[in-house]
């Protein structure tokens, strides 16, 4: 969205070019009417002023992210493992589940069984990406309906 | 796009390979043609190279199969038969039997490619299993 929003280099009066034919290289007065904050012009036209400003890049949209917690219902065995693959196979965002201190992508079936995570305990589904909120309630929707 | 890569399972045992393939389809894999090419033609411990190249006839949608074999002589066999009938479309993997087939079915199932689907099943080998 806001990609494009770092307009602040000095862009508008230096056309350099065009301004400055009469003289080629005179010191005093390089005709600039609308430049006042361009105090070394002659000497420095345009190539330069480009790599000036650089304080406030804006940095590129933040990913989304999104995570949810799911008590099992039923042990993570082969069943709701491949129906977690599948589910995640359909989003873009990098998707991550996550228990007892381990962590998988839930494209990896033998992986997400390899888990162990059994009936009672915790999972947490992250994702991060453009839909990170409907990856984790995709997948969180099947760990919660595993049996 | 619309077509599912298709896996053929080749084991020495009939049982072990329709039970795999069982198992396959309650793990969801149902889009998937999996076909059990197990023991030998009359029902034997064995492989047959006859029922491994009708596998390939009937698991092969358009998308390519993968050829999983058990061990041994079912390598053989199925190295035999693509030796002799030459097809750009199947991958003989080098995979655990059970999650190969497992991590392939799902991967499969989810449309993935055939070399997608080949690595997915040979990934296999390297996950523990708890």
Redesign the interface.
């Known amino acids: 969205m806001s990609g494009s929003s770092e307009a602040a280099p000095a862009a508008p009066p230096v056309p350099p070019a065009s301004v400055a034919p009469p003289a080629p290289a005179t010191p005093g007065t390089p005709a600039a009417p609308a430049a006042p904050a361009a105090p070394e012009a002659p000497e420095a036209p345009a190539a330069l002023r480009v790599e000036l400003p650089a304080p406030a890049q804006v940095p590129a949209v933040p990913p989304a992210t999104a995570e949810a917690t799911v008590r099992l219902p039923a042990n993570l065995h082969a069943r709701p493992a491949g129906a977690l693959a599948r589910a995640a196979a359909a989003f873009r965002s990098t998707v991550r589940i996550e228990h007892a201190g381990r962590s998988v992508s839930p494209t990896g079936i033998l992986a997400v069984m390899g888990l162990g995570a059994t009936r009672g305990t915790e999972v947490t589904v992250r994702a991060e990406g453009e839909d990170a909120a409907a990856a984790v309630a995709a997948l969180a929707l099947v760990l919660t309906e595993a049996e | 796009m619309s077509q599912t890569v298709g896996i053929v399972l080749v084991s020495h045992s009939p049982g072990l390979a329709c039970g795999l393939r069982d198992?396959l389809a309650?793990?969801?894999?149902g889009s998937v043609p999996v076909i059990a090419a197990g023991g030998t033609a009359d029902g034997g411990i064995g492989t047959s190279y006859d029922l491994v190249l009708d596998a390939l006839d009937r698991a092969d949608r358009g998308a390519g199969v993968v050829l999983l074999p058990d061990l041994g002589s079912s390598v053989l066999t199925a190295r035999a038969v693509l030796a002799d009938h030459p097809r750009p479309g199947v991958v003989l993997v080098d995979a655990p039997f059970v999650?190969g087939a497992?991590?392939a079915a799902?991967?499969a199932?989810?449309?993935?490619d055939l070399q997608t689907v080949a690595v997915a099943a040979e990934?296999?080998r390297d996950?523990?299993?708890?």
Do not use: W
Request: cysteine-free; glycine content about 10%.
């Open positions: 198992l309650q793990i969801g894999s999650e497992v991590a799902v991967t199932s989810v449309g993935a990934e296999a996950v523990r299993k708890f």
